[in-house]
């Protein structure tokens, strides 16, 4: 009697440790840049925002498309959403607290895009319900969701800086 209950302990727990493990991280990021171990701020800020079932790769930011970025800009990475997830791209050789404020940031606008808080097609962009197409010609920082990205980002930012 003592074996067979010792048994279905096992069972039961065999059965509900995948379920559990699939609740707690179900996306997927894959790090294909030159930056080390960034996926686990990406895993951990999907994870403080509850993002859960997105695709993320990460890839090395193109200094060819930095050098064409708007003027003034200081770009070090960036998000672009693709058929089935996020491809978010990063520059080599930022110090700790540059990647973590980067990834903050991009995280928001994954967020962004998944609640459909933010609309980006290819002929217009709608921010929480507002068409603002004509507004993307604002200056960068004057766009309400990188407004709004730059108000947030310090909530992931604080907690990935003290994860080691
Ligand atoms: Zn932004």
Redesign the pocket.
């Known amino acids: 009697m003592k074996m067979f209950k010792i048994f279905l302990i096992v069972l039961l727990f065999s059965v509900l440790t995948p379920i559990v493990k699939g609740n707690s991280d179900t996306n997927r990021v894959v790090n294909y840049s030159f930056v080390p171990n960034v996926e686990t701020y990406v895993r951990l800020g999907l994870k403080i925002l509850h993002i859960n079932a997105v695709n993320i790769v990460i890839t090395n930011l193109d200094p060819n498309f930095k050098s064409s970025f708007e003027k003034g800009i200081d770009l070090e990475g960036?998000v672009s959403r693709k058929e089935g997830g996020y491809i978010i791209h990063v520059l080599k050789g930022l110090t700790k607290h540059e990647l973590i404020t980067i990834i903050s940031?991009?995280l928001i606008?994954i967020k962004q895009y998944e609640t459909n808080e933010l609309i980006v097609c290819p002929d217009a962009i709608i921010w929480q319900g507002r068409d603002l197409t004509a507004l993307n010609e604002w200056d960068y920082e004057s766009r309400p969701?990188?407004a709004d990205?730059f108000n947030n980002e310090q909530v992931i930012r604080k907690q990935l800086k003290n994860l080691r």
Do not use: S
Request: without cysteine; charged residues 30%; negative net charge.
């Open positions: 960036y940031h991009e606008h969701w990188e990205a």
